[in-house]
Every structure is written in C-alpha cells, then in structure tokens.
Nanobody, 122 residues
Framework: QVQLVESGGGLVQPGGSLRLSCAASGSISSRSGMGWYRQAPGNQRDLVAGITTSGRTKYRDSVKGRFTISRDNAKMTVYLHMDSLKPEDTAVYYC????????????????WGQGTQVTVSS
C-alpha cells in the first residue's frame, strides 16, 4: 500500500508564490518517478511536472520558467515551487508516484494523493 500526503495549497494573488509538498510512504520503490498533475473543473488531469530519482525533469510548456520541481530521495518527498502564479494555474493539484521516463516522455504512475486546491485570484 502506498500513501501520498500533500500539503501547501491555498489562495494566492496573481504574481504570488506557493510551494507544494508530497511525502510518499509504504510499498513504493525508491527509484519511483514522482510528479504533480492538475485538474481544473471540466478539464482532464494533466502533467504539470515530473522528476526521476536522477533529477531528470519534465514540465508542461505553460509552467516552464515559473515552476520548479525537486525531490528529496531520502525522504521520498517531492516539491513543487510555483512562482509568478496566474489565474489559469487555478486547479486541484495531485501528487503522483510510480512514474518513469519512456521514449515518448514522462509516464505517470499508479499512485495518487488526495489533491490540494490552488486558487490564484485577486
């Protein structure tokens, strides 16, 4: 059984910053890729950023240069630092684990956190 516990969401003004954290525990490989996805009402759940244990990263184009994903392998924790937030970043953000890189790009894993709401509004 795998547990992903997220924290750090909230309400922020446009241009502000937030940091999300997600700690993994249970029967999950320490070599597991981890990432963040987001889902706004009426939209599908899309990759925001993913990272492997070696530090290889993948970002969606709309967040490049504004968001930074990082991880602490010893703690099996992944972080998402979000700067210059925009209203269109508003969504529920989900932590994901068990991912990996394939020939076609970052592939999401089977494990999900409960989600944390990020709202960007003045």
């Amino acid at each position: 059984q795998v547990q992903l516990v997220e924290s750090g969401g909230g309400l922020v003004q446009p241009g502000g910053s937030l940091r999300l954290s997600c700690a993994a525990s249970g029967s999950i490989s320490s070599r597991s890729g981890m990432g963040w996805y987001r889902q706004a009402p009426g939209n599908q759940r899309d990759l925001v950023a993913g990272i492997t244990t070696s530090g290889r990263t993948k970002y969606r184009d709309s967040v490049k240069g504004r968001f930074t994903i990082s991880r602490d392998n010893a703690k099996m924790t992944v972080y998402l630092h979000m700067d210059s937030l925009k209203p269109e970043d508003t969504a529920v953000y989900y932590c994901n684990a068990g991912g990996y890189y394939s020939a076609t790009g970052y592939v999401r894993g089977d494990y999900w956190g409960q989600g944390t709401q990020v709202t960007v509004s003045s």
